[in-house]
């Protein structure tokens, strides 16, 4: 009964949607998703070309690492205070303002002279995507029922692991018939052209009235973190809302963790292929590409199977995070441990298919246990574990390990993470069923 209060939002409380509403919805879904496609292409074309920049710049490992882990490392750092501006300012005008940026920045990186230059440009562009993946899905959320989030949170950054996917297989061919410069321009003017189209379609107004809002977002609940109102008083309700939730805890690092994994695989992919299979950079962005392909089905798949298992049992949500981080890391350390070979990849793409899925447990489990009016900045703040704890070490702890033992031999103990990410979901599960129902209570549902 806990898990069907959260999935039907009061039933009978919550307005009736039409058919145009529902329409609008998907369109917003759409368009949120191409951005996030352009984010991530803007951010993994870097991989596609790493063999040519450590041609010409002479640069080890650790230095391509760091220029792919900056990025992460930015998100990270100012997700959550965009993201609370977002939520204050407003979502979809924040939106515009990012985009532009992290596209700028994007061609910014085609246009350096050093890696110096380089590096600072690969900044900016994670300061232009800090907070869009939060701010992107809490817009999302707020225009279709709570009993879809699992399945929307990993729909929607599944949009990453495609973009990803488009990113270093454009990225490689683009680089190879062209240069590794014309790559990085050709993603940021698609982003451009993304965002004009955006910035004519989803406006403040038409999301406040397809808005989609819980009992507690209509009772008033705890709207005022959202609104007006600064100092040591916000501060600390926010910090109450984010952070005293034991369940809120131990799935934000859970979750860093086992992205810890992904976005080191995601990384060193294209080079893994280029060394130790012996392709070309090209066919190596494209062979990688394929891999990231069968994580993004797997994200979203995953994602409609823990909505579908876990709408009368809250607990199974992090019961299926536990089984996809146990999942990804045995499959991975036997495959990286295989010969070169059609087999050993096919080991390692089942391995990738769960890697990331813990996307949609993650988002639904936080998403329920924080009012709506700051889903942003929850979002934000899981970002920020995420990013931390998994995107900016990921690769770069990945370059220095392969500058050490090689890099076959990074990726044979990276997997390992994914166990102590296992046990963190498993803290999580401990503690979600009592603190559901704390926050339900606390909210008047």
């Known amino acids: 009964m806990l898990e069907e209060n959260v999935a039907t939002l009061g ?6 949607r039409t ?10 879904f759409a368009v949120i998703f191409l951005l996030m ?5 803007s951010r993994q074309v870097l991989n596609a070309v790493f063999p040519q920049l450590k041609l010409e710049w002479h640069l080890s490992d650790a230095q391509l690492g760091m220029l792919s882990g900056v990025v992460g490392l930015m998100v990270g750092l100012l997700a959550f205070p965009v993201a ?12 515009v303002l990012m985009a ?4 700028l920045a994007t061609v910014g990186c085609g246009l350096a002279e050093s890696y110096g230059h380089l590096l600072t440009a690969r900044l900016l562009v994670g300061v232009g995507e800090a907070g869009y993946g939060s701010v992107g899905l809490a817009i999302i959320l707020s225009v279709f029922p709570a009993s879809m989030r699992a399945t929307l949170t990993g729909a929607f950054t599944s949009a990453g692991m495609f973009g990803s996917v488009l990113g270093m297989a454009a990225g490689g061919v683009m680089a190879t018939r062209f240069g590794w410069r014309m790559a990085f321009i050709g993603m940021g003017l698609f982003g451009l052209a993304l965002v004009l189209f955006y910035a004519v379609t ?3 107004a038409r999301l406040a009235r397809h808005a ?9 609940g705890n709207s005022r973190l959202a609104g007006s109102g600064t100092g040591p008083g916000l501060a600390g309700r926010l910090f109450k809302a984010l952070f005293c939730t034991p369940t809120l805890i131990f799935t934000y690092v859970g979750s860093g963790l086992q992205l810890f994994t992904a976005y080191a695989i995601i990384a060193w992919m294209p080079s893994y292929l280029n060394r130790y299979h012996g392709l070309a950079p090209d066919k190596a962005a494209l062979s990688a590409a394929g891999l990231l392909i069968v994580s993004a089905v797997g994200m979203s ?25 146990l999942g990804s890391c045995g499959l991975l350390l036997v495959g990286m441990r295989m010969p070169p070979s059609t087999a050993q990849l096919a080991v390692i793409a089942i391995g990738v298919f769960f890697a990331a899925g813990t996307w949609g447990p993650t988002g639904a489990m936080v998403a329920n246990l924080v009012n709506g009016s700051i889903h942003s900045t929850a979002m934000a703040t899981l970002t920020l574990a995420n990013n931390l704890i998994g995107a900016a070490p990921g690769p770069y702890l990945t370059g220095v390990l392969a500058d050490r033992i090689g890099l076959l031999g990074a990726l044979q103990y990276i997997p390992l993470i994914s166990l102590a990410a296992a046990l963190a979901y498993a803290l999580a599960k401990a503690n979600y069923v009592r603190d559901l129902r704390r926050f339900q209570e606390a909210e008047g549902w």
């Open 100 to 103: 532009l940026f992290w596209s």
């Open 212 to 220: 989609h809002r819980s009992p507690a977002d209509m009772a008033g």
């Open 202 to 204: 989803v406006t403040e």
């Open 11 to 16: 039933g009978a409380d919550v307005p009736r």
């Open 84 to 95: 609370l501006v977002a939520d204050r300012w407003g979502r979809a005008r924040s939106v």
């Open 301 to 325: 798949l995953c994602g409609i199977l823990t909505d579908w298992l876990g709408h009368k049992s809250p607990e199974r949500k992090a019961t299926l995070a536990i089984i996809y981080c």
């Open 37 to 41: 496609l352009s984010d991530y292409m």
């Open 19 to 28: 058919s145009r509403s529902r329409a609008y919805a998907w369109m917003v």
